[in-house]
């Protein structure tokens, strides 16, 4: 048996990673200068840590919003996005990236895409946001076929034991979705204390699923696991009495919380300063030409982490790509009256007949 072929590259003008607000608005004023994008993101959704971490909790300093949630402010970037039609690499990360002979890049998901570039993005925040994994021997044998991180979706067989760990707002919305979505399925709620951390509407709909008796919820700690035939079978547990449980299962879906991580960004030879890529402000460039870093993954003297200066420094680098793609100064226009923006924007231009 010989190995599968490699998927043959996907070209493209700008890769953009992280779909943060920062990534959001790279990718738009990317598509204002009429460049084609690839947005990869570790989170199987947009928004990044703005969406993860904020994503009720409101922001006062966004130009012209008086207040928004992270939520909603992700959900005006995409809608100010949707025009420029990027490509989209949810859920994945960059894994690796390599500097070809031409000058272009190649960069490696972790989902098997190969991504040929002539510009590279990285507005990863400060890291890729990666879940929060269980350190139990032998659990990782499972991963990808009855174990997974956040799943956004999940193929279930008719009648299987599905167990959700985990005790926040993600683990309760996956428990109510997992009941809608698979409803001969067996769930269990698994959290170390019959507490959950979620907003009061998702807390009432879980109760009213366990008054029905159609989910049970356990609380208890992971110990070990169980096997047969190559098969995830078990779970060893420990409640908070310190008496054994034994918890039967055909799928585990693990929602603990994530963490940043800056990555294999670390190894691609950029000049780096407390693990921030080092940027001239001129042009949000990082040591490598063709590369460039903006937002809270980029140091340089006087930097604010906000996303207001986030903007900024997405436009800035947009337009300093734009003319060292082109080999050409870059004119100014205004999306109030550019014809050429407005069909870009799909927007009718006030001079059409």
């Not at 946001?129 to 499972?142: D, W």
């Not at 683990?171 to 204390?193: G, S």
């Not at 079978?233 to 054994?244: F, H, M, N, S």
């Not at 940043?260 to 042009?283: F, H, M, N, S, Y």
């Amino acid at each position: 048996m010989t190995d599968r072929a490699a998927p043959a590259p996907i070209d493209t003008d700008a890769v953009v990673i992280g779909a943060g607000p920062a990534g959001l608005f790279q990718a738009f004023q990317l598509g204002l200068q009429g460049l084609s994008i690839h947005i990869v993101d570790a989170l199987p959704h947009a928004g990044g840590q703005c969406v993860q971490l904020y994503g009720d909790k409101p922001i006062y300093d966004v130009p012209g919003i008086p207040v928004c949630t992270g939520r909603e402010l992700a959900a005006l970037l995409l809608q100010q996005l949707a025009p420029i039609q990027p490509q989209w690499h949810l859920g994945t990360q960059v894994q690796a990236l390599e500097v070809l002979a031409d000058g272009r890049f190649l960069l490696s998901t972790s989902a098997g895409a190969q991504l040929r570039t002539r510009s590279v993005f990285i507005a990863a925040g400060v890291g890729a946001f990666v879940p929060r994994t269980l350190k139990i021997e032998g659990l990782e044998a499972h991963l990808g076929r009855q174990l997974h991180y956040h799943p956004a979706d999940v193929d279930v067989a008719g009648g299987q034991q599905i167990v959700i760990h985990g005790g926040d707002e993600d683990a309760v919305a996956a428990v109510l979705r997992c009941a809608e979505t698979h409803p001969t399925a067996r769930i269990t709620l698994l959290h170390r204390r019959d507490v959950f951390q979620a907003a009061p509407d998702l807390l009432a709909r879980l109760q009213a699923l366990r008054d029905s008796g159609r989910i049970d919820v356990v609380a208890a700690q992971i110990n070990a696991i169980e096997e047969a035939a190559g098969r995830l079978t078990a779970l060893q547990l420990t409640d908070p009495q310190g008496a054994p449980q034994r918890l039967a299962l055909d799928q585990l879906w693990v929602y603990l919380g994530i963490s940043p991580k800056l990555g294999p960004i670390a190894d691609w030879g950029l000049a780096l300063e407390r693990k921030q890529l080092l940027v001239d402000t001129a042009t949000f460039a990082t040591s490598q030409p063709g590369i460039y870093a903006v937002g809270d993954i980029n140091h340089y003297a006087g930097k604010r982490r906000l996303i207001l200066c986030a903007f900024h420094e997405a436009t800035l680098a947009a337009f300093a790509a734009a003319e060292w793609l082109s080999g050409a100064k870059v004119l100014l226009q205004y999306t109030t009256t550019s014809a050429r923006l407005h069909s870009i924007l799909g927007v009718e231009h006030p001079g059409a007949s």
